[in-house]
Each structure stands twice: as structure tokens, then as C-alpha cells.
């Protein structure tokens, strides 16, 4: 997969959680994770690529506070528009 993506779910109208899917080799697995601030887990292959955050509280993320750990981990950032699902639910 070589884009970025966001997966939500939903319970009762509301985000639940969410994942968004970082540039990844189709046969990466998360190997490790490192717990981040605002209810963010990042994912990282066994290479150390990151693959993934984990949102487990979608009503706290903001865009600023996501691409800042983003940016700590050489990933590119997102948009409020990319965030759109969440920061509507």
C-alpha cells in the first residue's frame, strides 16, 4: 500500500476508534509499538518503518496534535480533511 488511509469504527452513530494506515510493503506486520500522547499507539514494522497509528480516543485527536507525532516519526502529515470522519462523529 503506498497511501495513506484512515479506517473508523463505529458504535451507536460515534467514532469508536481508528487507524491510520501509513506506507507499508504488503507483507508488513507491526513488530512493536510505542504508546504517544492523546490516546495515539504507533505501529512500526520489524525494520522499524512506522505502519500505523492506532487512535483509541477519536474524540481527542486534532490534526495539529496528530502531525505532531507524525512528524516525530517521519511520516507525512494529514489534513483536517483527511480527519474528516472523526473530528465530524
Avoid at 501509513?22 to 522499524?48: C, E, H, N, Q, Y
Wanted: glycine share 6%.
Amino acid at each position: 500500500m503506498k497511501a495513506t488511509y484512515l479506517s473508523v469504527t463505529f458504535r451507536n452513530g460515534r467514532a469508536l476508534a481508528a487507524y491510520l494506515y501509513l506506507p507499508r510493503r504488503s507483507r508488513d506486520k507491526s513488530a512493536r509499538t510505542r504508546r504517544a500522547p492523546r490516546g495515539l499507539v504507533i505501529d512500526f514494522a520489524a525494520d522499524g518503518r512506522p505502519i500505523g497509528v492506532e487512535i483509541t480516543d477519536p474524540r481527542r485527536v486534532t490534526v495539529a496534535g496528530l502531525n505532531r507525532v507524525l512528524r516525530a516519526i517521519g511520516a507525512e502529515p494529514v489534513t483536517r480533511l483527511d480527519l474528516a470522519p472523526i473530528l465530524a462523529a
